[in-house]
């Protein structure tokens, strides 16, 4: 024991020794790390909030009109066909050539050339016409009218033309009227129905049939000292023509100044008789005849039967430029193209 005590005082005193300096050294905080240049700089930014969009809201939709169901058409019922009746040939038509009135039934004719029939009259009022029939002139019901010309009119002449395609104008003096007709199918037909002047007394006009051989498109006219000239005139007997109403005398061998010189006091007297012996008519109708009629071919056919009521030629306007203060003027049908009547039914052009 003894020979450790030595060994232990040692160890004491050096263990008070340090708990010595330990109570005597002050005591200090613990340091904090110092920031870099870097961090001081920082200014910390609190970000604002992303804005969230609002949404568009849809639109609507419209909702679209349930649409009403067209009613279906109530079908009407089928109309019973209506019975024939029978009608007499009337005194305006007869028999085309080829075919004959059937003895014992009115307004029942036949075809020669095969026997077919036709009855004349009317179903349910219409307007009367032919239709095929039997020999007994029995119609069947719910027929319809047939497309065979039957009749022409009454007036039409009866001479068989040669062959088709020949032009006969008819002159009816009791009308005043012309008629152009074109052969075919071994009849007359009629193309063109025109008014007329003729002579001024019964006897001053021939009656008969001629033919045109000669035309011209500007002539004088008339007698020592009662000349005119007249547009599209064509002879068929001797002083005799069918030509324009008279031009004055003023306009001879001056076409262009004859156009606007028709005397139209005697324009007006169309319908009556007027002239010297001659045929007149208007501008519009001479010319359709002068520029169809064939020379040594076309007839013309002057007669004391009664023919069609002719059509109204145009009024005439006293005034210029229609007229001139001495009665002369333009025919309201001279297809001229410095006829100021044209421009009557011209619309007027349009402003671009």
């Keep these: 024991m003894k020979r450790f005590l030595p060994l232990l005082l040692c160890i ?3 263990t008070l020794a340090c708990a010595g300096a330990s109570a005597s050294a002050p005591v200090s905080a613990p340091e904090t790390p110092s920031a870099t240049p870097y961090e001081e700089a920082v200014v910390l930014i609190t970000p ?3 804005p969230v969009p609002t949404p568009t809201p849809e639109p609507t939709p419209t909702p679209e009109p349930t649409p009403t ?3 279906e058409p109530t079908p009407e019922p089928t109309p019973e066909p209506e019975p024939f009746v029978a009608l007499a040939l009337p005194d305006t038509l007869r028999p085309k050539q080829g075919f004959l009135k059937a003895e014992s039934l009115p307004g029942v ?4 050339a095969d026997g077919a029939f036709f009855a004349y009259g009317t179903t349910g009022g219409t307007e009367p016409c032919f239709y095929p029939c039997d020999k007994t002139g029995a119609v069947a019901l719910g027929e319809r009218p047939t497309d065979v010309l039957c009749a022409v009119p009454a007036y039409t002449p009866t001479d068989k033309p040669k062959r088709d395609g020949l032009l006969k104008i008819a002159v009816y003096i009791p009308t005043q009227s012309v008629v152009a007709f074109r052969s075919e199918d071994g009849e007359w037909i009629q193309e063109r129905v025109m008014i ?3 002579g001024r007394t019964y006897k001053m006009t021939p009656r008969g049939t001629f033919r045109i051989y000669e035309s011209y498109e500007f002539k004088r006219l008339g007698s020592e000292g009662h000349y005119c000239c007249g547009l599209y005139a064509c002879r068929f007997k001797g002083a005799y023509l069918l030509h324009s109403v008279p031009i004055s005398y003023d306009a001879l061998g001056n076409k262009e100044l004859g156009h606007r010189m028709v005397y139209m006091k005697k324009y007006e007297q169309l319908g009556k008789g007027a002239s010297d012996g001659c045929v007149r008519l208007t501008v ?3 010319k359709w005849i002068w520029e169809n009629a064939v020379l040594n071919e076309t007839s013309v056919w002057i007669t004391d039967k009664q023919g069609p009521t002719p059509p109204k030629p145009p009024a005439v306007i006293w005034e210029e430029p229609y007229t ?4 002369f003027g333009w025919d309201p049908t001279d297809p001229h193209p410095d006829n100021p ?4 039914n011209t619309p007027e052009p349009e402003n671009p």
């Excluded at 004719?109 to 020669?112: I, L």
């Excluded at 009547?341 to 009557?344: A, F, S």
């Design 69 to 71: 169901p067209t009613p």
């Design 196 to 198: 007329c002047s003729t």
């Design 341 to 344: 009547y044209l421009l009557l």
């Design 48 to 50: 604002s909030p992303t």
């Design 12 to 14: 004491a005193f050096l």
């Design 109 to 112: 004719v036949y075809r020669k």
């Design 284 to 286: 519009a109708d001479a």
């Design 324 to 327: 001139d203060k001495n009665g």
